[in-house]
Protein backbone atom coordinates (compact mmCIF):
# COMPACT_ATOMS: atom_id res chain seq x y z
CA UNK A 1 0.00 0.00 0.00
CA UNK A 2 1.05 3.54 -0.55
CA UNK A 3 2.34 5.46 2.54
CA UNK A 4 2.18 9.32 2.23
CA UNK A 5 3.26 10.41 5.85
CA UNK A 6 2.66 14.47 7.22
CA UNK A 7 4.84 15.20 9.89
CA UNK A 8 2.38 16.61 12.32
CA UNK A 9 -1.53 16.11 12.42
CA UNK A 10 -1.95 19.50 14.25
CA UNK A 11 0.45 22.72 14.36
CA UNK A 12 0.07 26.01 16.14
CA UNK A 13 2.04 28.98 14.84
CA UNK A 14 2.11 32.24 15.56
CA UNK A 15 1.39 34.97 12.70
CA UNK A 16 4.57 36.03 10.95
CA UNK A 17 5.99 32.63 11.44
CA UNK A 18 8.13 30.87 8.54
CA UNK A 19 5.98 27.55 9.12
CA UNK A 20 7.17 24.33 7.02
CA UNK A 21 5.24 21.65 6.56
CA UNK A 22 6.99 18.32 5.61
CA UNK A 23 5.49 14.84 3.21
CA UNK A 24 7.31 12.28 2.34
CA UNK A 25 6.30 9.18 0.23
CA UNK A 26 7.42 5.66 -0.07
CA UNK A 27 6.06 4.55 -3.26
CA UNK A 28 8.73 6.58 -5.48
CA UNK A 29 6.13 8.72 -6.73
CA UNK A 30 6.59 11.10 -9.50
CA UNK A 31 4.19 13.30 -8.68
CA UNK A 32 3.53 15.40 -5.41
CA UNK A 33 0.78 17.79 -4.29
CA UNK A 34 -0.35 20.39 -1.74
CA UNK A 35 -4.02 21.41 -1.18
CA UNK A 36 -5.65 23.08 1.32
CA UNK A 37 -9.21 22.21 2.68
CA UNK A 38 -11.34 24.36 3.94
CA UNK A 39 -15.46 23.78 5.41
CA UNK A 40 -17.68 24.95 2.22
CA UNK A 41 -14.37 25.58 -0.01
CA UNK A 42 -13.60 21.38 -0.99
CA UNK A 43 -10.23 20.88 -1.47
CA UNK A 44 -8.10 23.61 -3.69
CA UNK A 45 -4.35 22.82 -5.05
CA UNK A 46 -1.54 24.91 -3.88
CA UNK A 47 1.36 23.69 -5.73
CA UNK A 48 2.41 20.76 -7.50
CA UNK A 49 5.28 18.91 -8.55
CA UNK A 50 5.97 16.57 -11.33
CA UNK A 51 10.40 15.74 -10.89
CA UNK A 52 12.95 16.88 -8.48
CA UNK A 53 13.15 20.60 -8.27
CA UNK A 54 10.03 21.06 -10.38
CA UNK A 55 7.20 23.44 -8.97
CA UNK A 56 4.24 24.42 -10.66
CA UNK A 57 1.94 26.82 -9.31
CA UNK A 58 -1.54 25.01 -8.72
CA UNK A 59 -5.09 27.33 -8.14
CA UNK A 60 -4.08 29.10 -4.67
CA UNK A 61 -0.39 29.57 -4.89
CA UNK A 62 0.06 33.03 -3.12
CA UNK A 63 1.75 33.20 0.39
CA UNK A 64 3.38 29.77 -0.26
CA UNK A 65 6.02 28.29 -1.47
CA UNK A 66 7.44 24.46 -1.85
CA UNK A 67 10.74 22.66 -1.80
CA UNK A 68 11.30 18.89 -3.96
CA UNK A 69 14.91 18.12 -3.17
CA UNK A 70 14.07 14.48 -3.07
CA UNK A 71 12.11 12.49 -4.61
CA UNK A 72 10.18 10.83 -1.86
CA UNK A 73 9.91 14.49 0.55
CA UNK A 74 7.81 17.51 -0.64
CA UNK A 75 7.54 20.26 1.68
CA UNK A 76 4.82 23.17 1.85
CA UNK A 77 6.60 26.54 3.17
CA UNK A 78 4.36 29.52 4.36
CA UNK A 79 6.90 32.22 4.45
CA UNK A 80 4.98 34.71 6.79
CA UNK A 81 2.19 32.77 8.86
CA UNK A 82 -0.73 35.31 8.31
CA UNK A 83 -4.29 34.19 9.81
CA UNK A 84 -6.17 33.63 6.60
CA UNK A 85 -3.93 30.75 6.50
CA UNK A 86 -5.16 28.63 9.17
CA UNK A 87 -6.64 25.29 7.38
CA UNK A 88 -5.95 21.99 6.65
CA UNK A 89 -3.42 21.23 4.69
CA UNK A 90 -3.31 17.96 2.47
CA UNK A 91 -0.66 15.87 0.56
CA UNK A 92 -0.79 13.40 -2.28
CA UNK A 93 1.45 11.82 -4.43
CA UNK A 94 0.76 9.63 -8.02
CA UNK A 95 2.75 7.25 -9.74
CA UNK A 96 2.36 7.45 -13.63
CA UNK A 97 2.24 4.17 -15.58
CA UNK A 98 3.88 4.32 -18.86
CA UNK A 99 3.84 7.14 -20.56
CA UNK A 100 -0.34 8.33 -19.46
CA UNK A 101 -1.32 9.49 -15.86
CA UNK A 102 -4.23 7.69 -15.37
CA UNK A 103 -3.51 6.37 -11.54
CA UNK A 104 -5.37 8.26 -8.19
CA UNK A 105 -3.48 10.41 -6.13
CA UNK A 106 -2.87 8.80 -2.85
CA UNK A 107 -3.30 11.35 0.18
CA UNK A 108 -1.37 12.21 3.40
CA UNK A 109 -3.89 12.08 6.86
CA UNK A 110 -3.36 16.56 6.50
CA UNK A 111 -2.01 18.41 8.83
CA UNK A 112 -4.32 20.79 10.57
CA UNK A 113 -2.32 24.29 11.14
CA UNK A 114 -3.82 27.03 13.19
CA UNK A 115 -2.13 30.51 13.02
CA UNK A 116 -2.73 32.89 16.19
CA UNK B 1 -9.73 25.65 -16.48
CA UNK B 2 -12.15 23.12 -15.28
CA UNK B 3 -14.86 23.34 -12.72
CA UNK B 4 -16.62 20.73 -10.80
CA UNK B 5 -20.23 21.27 -9.01
CA UNK B 6 -21.71 19.35 -6.74
CA UNK B 7 -25.19 20.31 -5.63
CA UNK B 8 -26.17 19.07 -2.52
CA UNK B 9 -23.92 20.31 0.77
CA UNK B 10 -25.53 17.58 3.23
CA UNK B 11 -27.94 14.31 2.73
CA UNK B 12 -29.22 11.69 5.16
CA UNK B 13 -30.76 8.45 4.45
CA UNK B 14 -31.25 4.98 6.74
CA UNK B 15 -29.08 2.17 7.03
CA UNK B 16 -29.62 0.04 3.98
CA UNK B 17 -31.38 2.12 1.39
CA UNK B 18 -29.66 3.44 -1.79
CA UNK B 19 -28.46 6.99 -2.22
CA UNK B 20 -26.89 8.86 -4.99
CA UNK B 21 -24.68 11.69 -4.81
CA UNK B 22 -25.14 14.36 -8.00
CA UNK B 23 -21.50 15.94 -9.33
CA UNK B 24 -21.72 17.97 -12.64
CA UNK B 25 -18.06 19.52 -14.34
CA UNK B 26 -17.68 21.84 -17.03
CA UNK B 27 -14.30 21.31 -18.85
CA UNK B 28 -13.04 21.66 -22.85
CA UNK B 29 -10.59 18.92 -22.53
CA UNK B 30 -11.37 15.45 -24.85
CA UNK B 31 -9.45 12.79 -22.41
CA UNK B 32 -10.00 13.14 -18.59
CA UNK B 33 -10.70 11.20 -15.67
CA UNK B 34 -13.13 11.57 -12.68
CA UNK B 35 -13.03 9.86 -9.28
CA UNK B 36 -14.91 10.16 -5.87
CA UNK B 37 -13.19 10.22 -2.42
CA UNK B 38 -14.49 9.38 0.68
CA UNK B 39 -13.42 11.34 3.49
CA UNK B 40 -14.72 9.84 6.79
CA UNK B 41 -14.03 12.14 9.94
CA UNK B 42 -10.67 10.45 10.58
CA UNK B 43 -9.61 12.82 7.75
CA UNK B 44 -8.07 9.91 5.05
CA UNK B 45 -8.78 10.60 1.34
CA UNK B 46 -10.06 7.29 -0.09
CA UNK B 47 -10.57 6.46 -3.51
CA UNK B 48 -13.99 5.15 -3.73
CA UNK B 49 -13.98 4.79 -7.44
CA UNK B 50 -12.73 6.27 -11.07
CA UNK B 51 -13.84 6.72 -14.23
CA UNK B 52 -11.97 7.25 -17.61
CA UNK B 53 -13.59 9.12 -19.95
CA UNK B 54 -12.87 7.61 -23.35
CA UNK B 55 -14.83 4.48 -21.68
CA UNK B 56 -18.83 4.13 -22.27
CA UNK B 57 -18.95 1.72 -19.48
CA UNK B 58 -19.61 3.08 -16.07
CA UNK B 59 -17.83 2.04 -13.30
CA UNK B 60 -18.43 -0.50 -10.58
CA UNK B 61 -16.72 -0.93 -6.95
CA UNK B 62 -18.78 -3.23 -4.75
CA UNK B 63 -21.92 -1.62 -3.78
CA UNK B 64 -20.49 1.77 -5.09
CA UNK B 65 -21.10 2.55 -8.66
CA UNK B 66 -21.24 5.36 -10.87
CA UNK B 67 -23.81 6.87 -13.79
CA UNK B 68 -21.25 8.86 -16.03
CA UNK B 69 -23.36 10.61 -18.65
CA UNK B 70 -20.24 12.40 -20.68
CA UNK B 71 -22.62 14.90 -22.98
CA UNK B 72 -24.04 16.47 -20.32
CA UNK B 73 -20.98 16.44 -17.97
CA UNK B 74 -22.60 14.37 -15.05
CA UNK B 75 -20.70 11.68 -13.08
CA UNK B 76 -23.07 10.91 -9.90
CA UNK B 77 -22.21 8.50 -7.48
CA UNK B 78 -24.71 5.24 -6.21
CA UNK B 79 -24.22 3.71 -2.82
CA UNK B 80 -26.40 0.63 -2.13
CA UNK B 81 -27.19 -0.90 0.86
CA UNK B 82 -25.84 1.98 2.43
CA UNK B 83 -23.78 1.29 5.72
CA UNK B 84 -22.90 3.28 9.40
CA UNK B 85 -19.26 3.03 7.63
CA UNK B 86 -20.38 4.71 4.39
CA UNK B 87 -21.07 8.57 6.77
CA UNK B 88 -18.24 10.73 5.46
CA UNK B 89 -17.55 13.77 3.17
CA UNK B 90 -18.10 12.53 -0.70
CA UNK B 91 -15.69 14.71 -2.84
CA UNK B 92 -15.96 14.50 -6.76
CA UNK B 93 -12.49 15.13 -8.48
CA UNK B 94 -11.98 16.14 -12.42
CA UNK B 95 -8.18 15.51 -13.42
CA UNK B 96 -6.87 15.80 -17.38
CA UNK B 97 -4.98 13.41 -19.17
CA UNK B 98 -1.31 13.79 -19.29
CA UNK B 99 0.65 12.03 -21.73
CA UNK B 100 4.63 11.44 -22.33
CA UNK B 101 5.15 13.46 -19.11
CA UNK B 102 4.23 16.65 -17.13
CA UNK B 103 1.31 16.48 -14.64
CA UNK B 104 -1.51 18.05 -13.21
CA UNK B 105 -3.31 18.51 -9.94
CA UNK B 106 -6.64 17.37 -9.32
CA UNK B 107 -10.04 19.57 -9.13
CA UNK B 108 -12.24 19.08 -6.47
CA UNK B 109 -16.24 19.98 -5.94
CA UNK B 110 -17.11 21.02 -2.89
CA UNK B 111 -18.49 17.98 -1.65
CA UNK B 112 -21.31 16.45 -0.23
CA UNK B 113 -21.94 15.37 3.62
CA UNK B 114 -22.90 12.01 3.49
CA UNK B 115 -25.45 10.93 6.96
CA UNK B 116 -26.39 7.53 7.30
CA UNK B 117 -29.03 6.98 9.87
CA UNK B 118 -29.06 3.42 11.87
Known amino acids: DVKVTQSSRYLVKRTGEKVFLECVQD?????MFWYRQDPGLGLRLIYF???????EKGDIPEGYSVSREKKERFSLILESASTNQTSMYLC???????????????FGDGTRLSIL | AQTVTQSQPEMSVQEAETVTLSCTYD???????LFWYKQPPSRQMILVIR??????QNATENRFSVNFQKAAKSFSLKISDSQLGDTAMYFC???????????????FGKGTHLIIQP
Open chain 2, 51 to 56: QEAYKQ
Open chain 1, 49 to 55: SYDVKMK
Open chain 1, 92 to 106: ASRGDRGTVSNQPQH
Open chain 2, 93 to 107: AFMKQYSGGGADGLT
Open chain 2, 27 to 33: TSESNYY
Open chain 1, 27 to 31: MDHEN
